[in-house]
């Protein structure tokens, strides 16, 4: 009987029930809960490569990767070598009194790589990186507003976090608060979207008539190069030069959050892949290849204000030893063998995207696949290229998307928040081959539920006073709701007929 029971534990979610039951007596929930979703619970074990095993002994396929640190994937044993060696020596410094040798190497690391570089500042989180360089620029320019966009994260507190673009062409173009905005929070103070302007990406007039207009009042300009947090879209041809052009016409300070594209494009990220040196830059996630670990960098005029005390930066863990030996780590195995990591992440990216295509073209799918190097979004929509948040509330299908998610779940693959599949130089081609084989199946059940398959069909459908629809084609699963809902409330029936 015993052995019986034990058998039962080892095929189903046993423990991962157990700690799901204890984690709700003591925890609040996930530790992160932006774009929160009611998913099932998973407790992580271990992990390689770009697969993660939980403690039921389930293999998941990870193409989150911690939401984009993990530029080696799980495990990478050069990558975990250093830090071992890291750990034997030194953990805790007090960043305000003592430093390491290896804060200098990381720094020189970024100084070389980045365009914009000139002096960097470490920090411990993306979100402290950008509140660091709002500070700055405010301090540099004696001007208070910064400009803000549409489908843009620059990280969790309360006067970045969402919004409502504001419409009207007469009032400041201050965000407003909207519940239904997936961004939205309560508690936010009541005077954070006073600090800036929000705008439409991508749109260069309207951010010229913006800086026109309220050039004594802005301070900044900050943006992603590439709006890896918005569904990928990447900027049009120019558009980052002509903010430049206007940000050193108008004396505002030009920022760009490299939180996702820093390191992960390239060593000089998405300024040096668009060739636009901003005056400022933020970086996250991949710069420590997954230990926790940001920066600002960049004008030596503008970084003179921290190192007069003009403007205080302070933090427990900024420059934390640990993070800055993986840091070190991290830049030099980026540079390795004449970049070869970055050749892996195009080679596996590019069959990733091509095989990705080609699985939904044959269930039937329409899917626009685009990104940069390291990411990419997958949205079900027949736009050829999407340039804006815009773009795609008009013409995505988000309900689809939702639902999608759901089957891949169900088949153990795990895509980032947003839609977003994150390449890592650790991926290996077992690792992308069973992610495809998975995605074929949760693409197949898909098509099953959001479309009629067999098209020589029609669908009557018959109200019981005798209201008929002929459908002579196939609805999606979503069309063919509404419709129902149209017929008269009393009880429906739903016939399918042979039009042979």
Same mark, same amino acid.
């Given at each position: 009987?015993?052995?019986?029971?034990?058998?039962?534990?080892?095929?189903?979610?046993?423990?991962?029930?157990?700690?799901?039951?204890?984690?709700?007596?003591?925890?609040?929930?996930?530790?992160?809960?932006?774009?929160?979703?009611?998913?099932?619970?998973?407790?992580?074990?271990?992990?390689?490569?770009?697969?993660?095993?939980? !403690?039921?002994?389930?293999?998941?396929?990870?193409?989150?990767?911690?939401?984009?640190?993990? $530029?080696?994937?799980?495990?990478?044993?050069?990558?975990?070598?250093?830090?071992?060696?890291?750990?034997?020596?030194?953990?805790?410094?007090?960043?305000?009194?003592?430093?390491?040798?290896?804060?200098?190497?990381?720094?020189?690391?970024?100084?070389?790589?980045?365009?914009?570089?000139?002096?960097?500042?470490?920090?411990?989180?993306?979100?402290?990186?950008?509140?660091?360089?709002?500070?700055?620029?405010?301090?540099?320019?004696?001007?208070?507003?910064? $400009?803000?966009?549409?489908?843009?994260?620059?990280?969790? $507190?309360?006067?970045?976090?969402?919004?409502?673009?504001?419409?009207?062409?007469?009032?400041?173009?201050?965000?407003?608060?909207?519940?239904?905005?997936?961004?939205?929070?309560?508690?936010?103070?009541?005077?954070?979207?006073?600090?800036?302007?929000?705008?439409?990406?991508?749109?260069?007039?309207?951010?010229?008539?913006?800086?026109?207009?309220?050039?004594?009042?802005?301070?900044? !300009?900050?943006?992603?190069?590439?709006?890896?947090?918005?569904?990928?879209?990447?900027?049009?041809?120019?558009?980052?030069?002509?903010?430049?052009?206007?940000?050193?016409?108008?004396?505002?300070?030009?920022?760009?959050?490299?939180?996702?594209?820093?390191?992960?494009?390239?060593?000089?990220?998405?300024?040096?892949?668009?060739?636009?040196?901003?005056?400022?830059?933020?970086?996250?996630?991949?710069?420590?290849?997954?230990?926790?670990?940001?920066?600002?960098?960049?004008?030596?005029?503008?970084?003179?204000?921290?190192?007069?005390?003009?403007?205080?930066?302070?933090?427990?863990?900024?420059?934390?030893?640990?993070?800055?030996?993986?840091?070190?780590?991290?830049?030099?195995?980026?540079?390795?063998?004449?970049?070869?990591?970055?050749?892996?992440?195009?080679?596996?990216?590019?069959?990733?995207?091509?095989?990705?295509?080609?699985?939904?073209?044959?269930?039937?799918?329409?899917?626009?696949?685009?990104?940069?190097?390291?990411?990419?979004?997958?949205?079900?929509?027949?736009?050829?290229?999407?340039?804006?948040?815009?773009?795609?509330?008009?013409?995505?299908?988000?309900?689809?998307?939702?639902?999608?998610?759901?089957?891949?779940?169900?088949?153990?693959?795990?895509?980032?928040?947003?839609?977003?599949?994150?390449?890592?130089?650790?991926?290996?081609?077992?690792?992308?081959?069973?992610?495809?084989?998975?995605?074929?199946?949760?693409?197949?059940?898909?098509?099953?539920?959001?479309?009629?398959?067999?098209?020589?069909?029609?669908?009557?459908?018959?109200?019981?006073?005798?209201?008929?629809?002929?459908?002579?084609?196939?609805?999606?699963?979503?069309?063919?709701?509404?419709?129902?809902?149209?017929?008269?409330?009393?009880?429906?029936?739903?016939?399918?007929?042979?039009?042979?």
């Amino acid at each position: 009987m015993n052995k019986m029971i034990d058998s039962d534990k080892l095929n189903s979610n046993f423990k991962t029930d157990q700690l799901a039951q204890l984690a709700s007596r003591v925890l609040s929930g996930r530790q992160s809960n932006l774009r929160a979703a009611d998913e099932p619970p998973v407790f992580l074990e271990r992990g390689q490569g770009q697969r993660v095993w939980d !403690v039921d002994g389930r293999e998941l396929v990870d193409f989150a990767i911690g939401m984009g640190p993990g $530029i080696w994937g799980h495990n990478n044993s050069e990558y975990t070598a250093a830090l071992h060696q890291q750990i034997d020596k030194l953990l805790i410094t007090a960043s305000g009194m003592h430093q390491t040798e290896n804060e200098i190497l990381l720094a020189q690391k970024i100084v070389e790589y980045v365009p914009c570089a000139e002096k960097v500042r470490f920090v411990t989180t993306g979100s402290e990186a950008v509140q660091m360089a709002i500070r700055l620029a405010r301090a540099h320019t004696g001007k208070h507003l910064f $400009i803000r966009f549409d489908g843009h994260y620059h990280g969790w $507190i309360d006067n970045v976090l969402g919004g409502k673009r504001q419409e009207s062409a007469d009032a400041p173009p201050h965000a407003t608060e909207n519940s239904a905005d997936p961004m939205h929070t309560e508690g936010r103070s009541t005077t954070a979207y006073q600090e800036s302007f929000k705008l439409p990406w991508n749109d260069i007039d309207a951010l010229r008539k913006v800086l026109e207009k309220y050039e004594d009042q802005i301070a900044l !300009v900050l943006m992603e190069g590439v709006m890896t947090n918005g569904g990928c879209c990447i900027p049009k041809p120019g558009y980052l030069q002509q903010v430049r052009e206007l940000c050193t016409k108008h004396n505002v300070v030009f920022c760009m959050d490299e939180v996702i594209t820093g390191f992960r494009m390239g060593l000089g990220g998405a300024q040096e892949h668009y060739n636009v040196v901003p005056d400022l830059a933020t970086f996250g996630k991949a710069i420590a290849g997954g230990m926790p670990l940001a920066a600002v960098a960049g004008k030596a005029e503008i970084f003179e204000l921290l190192r007069t005390n003009r403007v205080v930066g302070a933090g427990t863990f900024n420059a934390a030893p640990l993070s800055m030996s993986a840091g070190l780590a991290t830049m030099q195995m980026l540079a390795k063998d004449g970049n070869a990591a970055y050749q892996r992440i195009d080679a596996m990216q590019t069959k990733f995207m091509s095989e990705f295509r080609l699985r939904a073209l044959k269930n039937n799918q329409k899917v626009l696949v685009q990104g940069v190097r390291g990411v990419f979004c997958v949205h079900f929509t027949d736009l050829e290229v999407a340039w804006s948040q815009a773009d795609l509330a008009a013409h995505a299908d988000f309900a689809k998307s939702k639902r999608f998610r759901a089957l891949l779940i169900e088949q153990g693959v795990y895509a980032g928040r947003g839609d977003r599949y994150f390449v890592s130089a650790g991926m290996s081609q077992e690792d992308l081959d069973i992610g495809l084989l998975r995605i074929d199946k949760a693409l197949a059940l898909l098509s099953r539920e959001f479309s009629v398959p067999n098209k020589d069909f029609n669908l009557v459908l018959l109200g019981k006073d005798g209201d008929v629809k002929l459908l002579t084609s196939q609805p999606s699963l979503e069309n063919l709701l509404t419709l129902i809902d149209t017929m008269p409330m009393r009880q429906r029936e739903l016939r399918i007929g042979s039009c042979r």
